[in-house]
DNA sequence: CGTTACGTTTACGTGCGCGTCAACTTTGCT
DNA sequence: AGCAAAGTTGACGCGCACGTAAACGTAACG
């Protein structure tokens, strides 16, 4: 059994962040390492919730906004008087990002078109070049 | 027939921005609004560029990749010789897209997952007070 | 016992994407 | 002619998400 908590080295080469990343995440209150003497290690936990970050970051939200919808993913049965409130929230993420889905669909189709223009005219191009050979 | 150019206001209102964006945008070479006197006037072409700019900002994209990105939906048939370099940057941008496209599936369905565990906690909690009255 | 490696706090610096004045033209009424 | 509205060019400011350097702690190794 490995200790199930990693160092902030360990951390940081298992997603490909800077140390001070993770402090910064830590001071804004994303992740919440437990500490050995003075040195920080990241339980499991940290580990999900710095994948949601990622994520989250990836889709375009500020980390407070990332902040706030963790809560979701981690809520025990102690905080009921925030439990509505969060599903409200995450119900308006959840339409965010169904309307981004849609909107990014849409522009895959766009771009394949410039693209299908694209490859015609260096086909094109191709061709006058073999013709003046 | 309407000028087929808009001023900075109508622009703004067109698309939600403020003066101080379309100039930024211009100062870092995304839009060309062409001058009357020293007043810009938005082309079509500015129209076009600044929906895809907008766009590319929801997807969490900087200004300078959609900058370079740009000149993809605008390609005329003069510039054959980068026509080939950004064919294959659009390669790259059309996988990162269909990347966050499956990324975007994979968490909605996870935000649905626990929307559902915390639709069932919210129902559990309901019937507790009904019981208790 | 020194020094090397790894981690820590504190604090100032940086790039991006604009916001916000200030000072100045230009345009359109009246 | 006068004056407000709309637009312009600087220039500085600001919040976010970290980068970076300085100074310090501590555990391990030769």
């Known amino acids: 059994m490995t200790t199930d908590t990693l160092n902030i080295r360990q951390m940081c080469d298992a997603f490909d962040v800077t140390p001070r990343t993770l402090r910064f995440y830590e001071a804004k209150e994303l992740l919440f390492p437990i ?3 003075q040195r920080r290690l ?3 936990r ?5 994948k ?3 994520r989250g970051k990836r889709f375009g939200f500020s980390l407070e906004e990332i902040r706030q919808l963790l809560d979701l993913y981690h809520m ?3 905080q009921e ?3 509505s409130k969060t599903y409200v929230l995450a119900e308006r993420h959840l339409a965010d990002m169904e309307a981004q ?5 849409e522009a895959i189709g766009e771009l394949k078109e410039q693209m299908a223009w694209g490859a015609e005219k260096l086909a094109q191009l191709a ?4 013709a003046a050979a």
Chains 1, 2 share one sequence.
Do not use: N, S, V
């Open 52 to 54: 949601l970050i990622l």
């Open 46 to 50: 940290d580990r999900a919730r710095l």
């Open 101 to 105: 889905k849609a909107e990014l669909e």
């Open 127 to 130: 061709k006058e070049k073999t």
């Open 42 to 44: 990241f339980t499991k």
């Open 81 to 83: 008087a925030q439990l």
């Open 35 to 37: 500490r050995e003497g």
């Open 76 to 78: 025990d049965d102690g």
